[in-house]
């Protein structure tokens, strides 16, 4: 742990406040922070796992079976139907996920807006412990989608 010293911001006030400008600008900041952890760890992964295996036991591989039935229980809840390729589509999706090759890097997997602060003017990643090996453009999607998995959306 460090002291982080006085914290200018997070991304979390940024957004949910009144200025389209400054979130616009945080969050393209706050994407660029979460690239850059991306690009330093690509290339690097078998490091990470090296340095992972000598902690012990580690929780096992994330599986991604979940990606076609919350797909389909999704459009069904809101009445659409998929197209006649979709479970094509997903499959394809859980493959290149679950084989990132070149887009292998170490991800937050957590990226929400209250994980990121600033600090006099460096912008820091906070909250880990979900980080892992895995498809940079999943920590990527985050400020798209937007922040599915995050507080502040609700």
Same mark, same amino acid.
């Given at each position: 742990?460090? +002291?982080?010293?006085?914290? *200018?911001? %997070?991304?979390? !006030?940024?957004? &949910? #406040?009144? $200025?389209? @400008?400054?979130?616009?600008?945080?969050?393209?900041?706050?994407?660029?922070?979460?690239?850059?952890?991306?690009?330093?760890?690509?290339?690097?992964?078998?490091?990470? +796992?090296?340095?992972?295996? *000598?902690? %012990?036991?580690? !929780?096992?591989? &994330? #599986?991604? $079976?979940? @990606?076609?039935?919350?797909?389909?229980?999704?459009?069904?809840?809101?009445?659409?139907?998929?197209?006649?390729?979709?479970?094509?589509?997903?499959?394809?999706?859980?493959?290149?996920?679950?084989?990132?090759?070149?887009?292998?890097?170490?991800?937050?997997?957590?990226?929400?807006?209250?994980?990121?602060?600033?600090?006099?003017?460096?912008?820091?990643?906070?909250?880990?412990?979900?980080?892992?090996?895995?498809?940079?453009?999943?920590?990527?999607?985050?400020?798209?989608?937007?922040?599915?998995?995050?507080?502040?959306?609700?």
């Amino acid at each position: 742990m460090e +002291d982080l010293g006085p914290v *200018a911001g %997070g991304l979390t !006030d940024v957004l &949910l #406040g009144d $200025d389209p @400008v400054a979130a616009k600008t945080d969050l393209a900041v706050y994407a660029a922070t979460v690239g850059r952890l991306n690009g330093a760890t690509a290339g690097h992964t078998a490091r990470f +796992d090296e340095l992972r295996d *000598a902690l %012990g036991p580690s !929780d096992p591989e &994330l #599986g991604h $079976d979940w @990606v076609t039935p919350t797909f389909h229980a999704t459009l069904d809840a809101l009445g659409l139907t998929p197209a006649p390729s979709i479970d094509d589509e997903l499959t394809l999706l859980k493959e290149r996920i679950a084989s990132p090759g070149d887009f292998a890097a170490l991800i937050h997997s957590d990226p929400c807006p209250g994980n990121w602060l600033r600090t006099g003017h460096t912008d820091r990643l906070l909250d880990f412990e979900f980080a892992r090996v895995g498809h940079a453009l999943l920590d990527g999607v985050y400020g798209r989608v937007p922040f599915p998995t995050c507080w502040c959306i609700g």
